[in-house]
Structure formats: structure tokens, C-alpha cells
């Protein structure tokens, strides 16, 4: 059974805004870390990568380097999400968006998917050139 539920994918052109929403239990903020893992159609399950991480109990936030300057994760513990807006979206960032979380910090290992208990079913973004 899912925890985390994923909106906000779609289509949008090279250069677009998208913004991810996960929907997750209130009892995780504060506790866990959340963010987003994405896995392009040509990778394995276990290649998916990791793009932002916050641990909702200190605001620290990790992100992968393609995502640094155009995409940021913010938390709203009074709405449990935490989303991400990306900015001048490229056809390389066409993939399925996972939120993922566990508890305590994300630590060192924040870009290891297999430091994730949960994930959501994942919401799809295409990036057309």
C-alpha cells in the first residue's frame, strides 16, 4: 500500500516550468526524509537517479548536480507535500518522477535508492525539444 502519492507530470517544451507535488503522511514531517528519484525509459529499475532530497526535520536539502540552479524542493508540512518545481526543462529530464522517503536524516547515502522504504507509483514528465 503507497504513502506517497505523486501529481503535477505532464507534457511541456524544452524550456517549460513543471512543478511535482508528493502528497505524504503528516507524521513524516519532521522525521523523515522526502524527495525525488526519476528513471528515464531506457534504465533499469535499479539505475533509477537521484534529483532532491529534504529532511523535513532541518530543511537540509541535497541535489544531484543536472539539478542544481534549475530545479528546487520546498516541504509544506500544513499541506504534507513537498514538491518540486522544475525550471528550463530539457528533453533529458523526460522520465518518471518518484517520490521516495524513510525515516531520520537523508544522510550521506541520499543518493542511493536503496536508502528509500517508501515510494510513491510515480507521475510521468515529458520534455519535448
Known amino acids: 500500500q503507497f504513502q506517497l502519492y505523486e501529481s503535477g507530470g505532464g507534457s511541456v517544451q524544452a524550456g517549460g516550468s513543471l512543478t511535482l507535488s508528493c502528497r505524504a503522511p503528516?507524521?513524516?514531517?519532521?522525521?523523515?526524509?522526502i524527495g525525488w528519484f526519476r528513471q528515464t525509459s531506457g534504465e533499469k529499475r535499479e539505475e533509477r537517479e537521484a534529483?532532491?532530497?529534504?529532511?523535513?526535520?532541518?530543511?537540509?536539502?541535497d541535489y544531484a548536480s543536472f539539478a542544481k540552479g534549475r530545479f528546487t524542493i520546498l516541504q509544506d508540512p500544513a499541506k504534507n507535500t513537498v514538491t518540486l518545481q522544475m525550471n528550463n526543462l530539457k528533453p533529458e529530464d523526460t522520465a518518471k518522477y518518484y517520490c521516495?522517503?524513510?525515516?531520520?536524516?537523508?544522510?550521506?547515502?541520499?543518493?542511493?535508492?536503496?536508502?528509500?522504504?517508501?515510494w510513491g507509483q510515480g507521475t510521468l514528465v515529458t520534455v519535448s525539444s
Open positions: 521516495v522517503a524513510d525515516w531520520g536524516h537523508c544522510g550521506s547515502n541520499w543518493w542511493y535508492q536503496g536508502s528509500y522504504a517508501f
Open positions: 503528516g507524521s513524516f514531517f519532521g522525521s523523515h526524509c
Open positions: 534529483v532532491a532530497t529534504v529532511y523535513t526535520g532541518t530543511g537540509i536539502i
